[in-house]
């Protein structure tokens, strides 16, 4: 089993004020997906980049780009939960792994989105906003997930994992939310849930100290859950339930 370097903020490092997360826009960017897509079946980057995302779906699930209340766009994914499939499912996949890689696996890189949950999430599924890489040993990850909606941001060299959680603070059904995960340097992380229409903290932000070699994921990441299978349920494939705005990466 990965060694777990933090698995609840406080629980193993202290939490602290620290500095702030580094700007989820800018020159660096290398993914932005804001709610537009060039095709049903293709999330559009509003980056230079264009590193559009294809749309994966099964079993009647969709993903659908929607004008919000002040003229904006975001992506909505299949509403309600599945305990038994088949399930409507949708994810949305970047085609370009390495943009997605800190550059020597050991860099600053931040991730996150604007999400909104449409329903109570399941008690026995987990929720997965962002991911690129699988849990285990040997394995690469970062991730952002939100299971039983409660935000958290992960990371793992596989070998060493940092589990941070906002405090165990949990999600409103129906407000947004802006929720930010950074490699601040080698070894600090951070987590940060924020009120998109004020860019102020909903709950303090919460630190991690780690020594951790580098992170380089493979494979290709994934938006919005783990996989779409028709034979599996959400428990299986961490179906993201709800509103995504604003979804990024980004490395310095």
């Known amino acids: 089993m990965a060694r777990i370097l933090s698995v609840i903020a406080g629980a193993v490092v202290a939490l602290t004020a620290g500095p702030p997360a580094q700007a989820a826009s800018g020159p660096d960017d290398e993914v932005r997906y804001d709610g537009a897509m060039v095709t049903p079946d293709l999330v559009a980057d509003r980056t230079s980049h264009a590193r559009h995302g294809a749309v994966l779906t099964s079993g009647g699930g969709r993903v659908l780009s929607l004008p919000d209340e002040t003229g904006g766009l975001f992506?909505?994914?299949?509403?309600?939960?599945?305990?038994?499939?088949?399930?409507?499912?949708?994810?949305?996949?970047?085609?370009?792994?390495?943009?997605?890689?800190?550059?020597?696996?050991?860099g600053r890189f931040g991730f996150g989105a604007d999400l909104r949950l449409t329903a109570e999430p399941s008690p026995a599924a987990g929720m997965n906003v962002w991911q690129f890489g699988l849990a285990g040993v040997g394995h690469s990850q970062w991730k952002l997930q939100v299971d039983h909606g409660r935000p958290s941001c992960r990371w793992s060299d596989g070998d060493r994992v940092v589990l941070l959680s906002a405090h165990e603070y949990r999600l409103t059904v129906g407000r947004w939310y802006r929720v930010r995960c950074a490699r601040l340097s080698s070894v600090l992380f951070q987590i940060r849930v924020l009120d998109p229409a004020t860019g102020?903290?909903?709950?303090?932000?919460?630190?991690?100290?780690?020594?951790?070699?580098?992170?380089?994921?493979?494979?290709?990441?994934?938006?919005?859950?783990?996989?779409?299978?028709?034979?599996?349920?959400?428990?299986?494939?961490?179906?993201?339930?709800?509103d995504l705005d604003e979804v990024y990466f980004t490395r310095s």
């Open 75 to 106: 992506l909505r994914f299949p509403a309600g939960s599945c305990p038994a499939a088949p399930c409507p499912q949708a994810i949305v996949q970047p085609l370009v792994p390495g943009a997605l890689t800190p550059r020597d696996g050991t």
């Open 200 to 242: 102020a903290a909903v709950v303090p932000p919460a630190h991690a100290v780690a020594v951790m070699g580098p992170i380089l994921p493979a494979g290709l990441a994934t938006i919005g859950g783990k996989r779409v299978h028709p034979g599996q349920a959400d428990a299986q494939t961490d179906q993201f339930r709800g």
